[in-house]
């Protein structure tokens, strides 16, 4: 089991910048890979970016690329996605997400076992 919380969402207006927080505890922390999903009103989940477990893959949706920056800390069990020059349409809920799997498609959101609660991260025009 892999529990996950997420935290450091909030307010903030065009072009600026939020940290996201995604606290893991259970399994082992370098056992599975962590990623980062998002969820408007009235749209479906979709894939951000994600981490693979020994910290040396990222990969990221091409909407937030060189905005977005996903890191992975061993010793607090930690992942952080650190969001720069946001822009309204990055308003959604964020999920973070653990996956126990090595391979797949990890921009699917049935690759993943494990959801955080979520967090609001709303941008202003």
């Known amino acids: 089991q892999v529990q996950l919380v997420e935290s450091g969402g909030g307010w903030v207006q065009t072009g600026g910048s939020l940290r996201v927080t995604c606290a893991a505890s259970g399994r082992p922390f370098g056992s599975y890979a962590m990623g980062w999903f998002r969820q408007a009103p009235w749209k479906e989940r979709e894939f951000v970016v994600v981490?693979?477990?020994?910290?040396?893959?990222?990969y990221y949706a091409d909407s937030v690329k060189g905005r977005f920056t996903i890191s992975r800390q061993y010793g607090k069990n930690t992942v952080y996605l650190q969001m720069n020059n946001l822009k309204p349409e990055d308003t959604a809920v964020y999920y973070c997400?653990?996956?126990?799997?090595?391979?797949?498609?990890?921009?699917?959101?049935?690759?993943?076992?494990?959801w955080g609660q979520g967090t609001q991260v709303t941008v202003s025009s």
């Open positions: 981490v693979n477990w020994s910290g040396g893959s990222t």
């Open positions: 997400a653990a996956s126990t799997d090595y391979s797949g498609n990890y921009y699917s959101t049935d690759f993943y076992d494990y």
